[in-house]
């Protein structure tokens, strides 16, 4: 049997080729992401498709519906077509993460995280944009609230880390007065 990572490399290199060949690679991009979701979020979607009493039209219906429904790109269509013919849907999860890899390093695409208090459209647009420049990349944030950090944010980025919340500070603040009153006593 081949290894799990060669199999989904060579299909996602292939469905990338493809889909560039079409001009389509950034709406499977989008439909990749999609469908890599709901087979993280959906359990069921992965026995359903890996059942192998369930019949390929239906298994066809369900990543349609998985990776964004009736506008699902031919393209990818085709590529799930090809996957169910070939007995691989056990590498289809594999496969599309390779396919989301290959493309945000074809596009020089960074992933980050970003931890907010409040949601902030604007603060994600511009701090997506301010380390895109830097980088000389596109930034896509992962975002999340935390009303823990109580203001500010905190956001990571290809290794790195910057801590702007006010938790953070506060903490900074609270250190520091505990040594300074260490050296009074």
């Known amino acids: 049997m081949m290894n799990t990572g060669v199999v989904s490399m060579r299909f996602a290199k292939a469905l990338l080729a493809y889909a560039k060949a079409n001009g389509k690679e950034g709406q499977v991009y989008e439909e990749m992401k999609s469908l890599a979701s709901h087979y993280t979020d959906v359990p069921d979607l992965r026995r359903a498709v890996e059942n192998p009493v369930l019949d390929a039209d239906k298994k066809l219906d369900l990543l349609r519906e998985a990776s964004g429904g009736e506008k699902v790109s031919n393209e990818l269509l085709r ?32 992933m980050g995280k970003l931890i907010t208090a409040v949601p902030s459209k604007r603060l994600i647009q511009h701090l997506a944009n301010f380390v895109g420049s830097k980088s000389q990349s596109k930034v896509e944030l992962d975002t999340q609230i935390d009303p823990k950090i109580i203001g500010g944010y905190i956001i990571e980025v290809a290794g790195y880390r910057l801590d702007a919340s006010v938790a953070n500070q506060l903490k900074r603040v609270k250190q520091q007065f505990i040594a300074r009153n260490r050296r009074i006593v």
């Open 79 to 110: 590529f799930f077509k090809l996957v169910l013919e070939g007995r691989r849907e056990k590498f289809l999860q594999f496969m599309a993460w390779s396919y989301i890899d290959l493309y945000r390093e074809d596009k020089n695409i960074l």
